[in-house]
């Protein structure tokens, strides 16, 4: 699936430009790893929308909580694809790719072969933040451009400069996250899940967001405590 001209000429072409300033490249990396700069982002903006609406019942707010859903659900989709599709190395990893090493850092090539764990296809990040976005766009236009905007260059655009994912990576994961999450704001759906939802949120305010801000958390931190902890368990009960 990576070896394409599409895939290779964007590596490429980004990949010059890292042999140039280390001081950027440090930049790059610094942002890729900062959680802030990263999900944090993101979710500031959707809990900007919940609470601008004082309405606890509006249509907004469960616009929102659908755009979590999905934003979880998709990742599963892509979590699906990752374990049957073909393993494809990162970029970086990839030494048929004959990818620079970005000067000035010292990225792992082996810790980052699929991210060491998963096949590369599809980029889970363009899959969540991508899934978030398009339901922040849903709620209010202007905030949802600045999300598409803001994902695309701070989350997508340093992975791919960095050689952690092709470019149809991560036009696969978006696509993935916009899709579910139109999907799960279609009328006919919401009606499965919407009035549930309506009434947890109506007669448990207080622990319906509490749940929910943990819940984003996870997803701001693109889910690492509870990887850990499954990494951590699978270690575990497989020495015993």
């Not at 809990?47 to 907004?60: A, I």
């Not at 991210?115 to 209010?140: C, D, E, K, Q, R």
């Not at 007669?203 to 850990?228: G, K, M, R």
């Amino acid at each position: 699936m990576w070896n394409n001209a599409f895939n290779l000429n964007i590596i490429m072409w980004f990949n010059q430009y890292s042999q140039r300033s280390a001081g950027f490249n440090h930049a790059v990396s610094y942002i890729e790893h900062a959680y802030a700069f990263k999900g944090m982002a993101v979710l500031s903006l959707l809990w900007y929308l919940w609470f601008k609406n004082s309405d606890m019942l509006s249509r907004k707010k469960s616009t929102l909580v659908a755009a979590i859903i999905a934003c979880i659900l998709s990742l599963f989709i892509t979590t699906l694809i990752n374990y049957v599709a073909p393993f494809q190395l990162t970029p970086i990893a990839n030494e048929s790719v004959h990818f620079q090493m970005p000067i000035g850092l010292n990225i792992d090539k082996n810790a980052n072969a699929g991210h060491g764990w998963l096949n590369s296809f599809p980029s889970h990040h363009a899959t969540m933040f991508y899934a978030l976005a398009t339901g922040i766009f849903f709620v209010s236009r202007r905030l949802g451009y600045l999300a598409f905007g803001y994902v695309t260059l701070f989350i997508i655009f340093p992975r791919i400069y960095l050689g952690l994912h092709y470019p149809t990576d991560v036009i696969a994961g978006a696509t993935i996250g916009a899709l579910t999450t139109t999907l799960i704001s279609q009328t006919s759906i919401r009606a499965a899940y919407e009035k549930p939802l309506t009434l947890l949120l109506k007669n448990y305010p207080a622990a319906f967001q509490t749940i929910l801000f943990v819940i984003t958390f996870e997803i701001a931190v693109v889910f690492y405590d509870a990887i850990s902890l499954v990494k951590g368990l699978a270690k575990f009960f497989s020495s015993n």
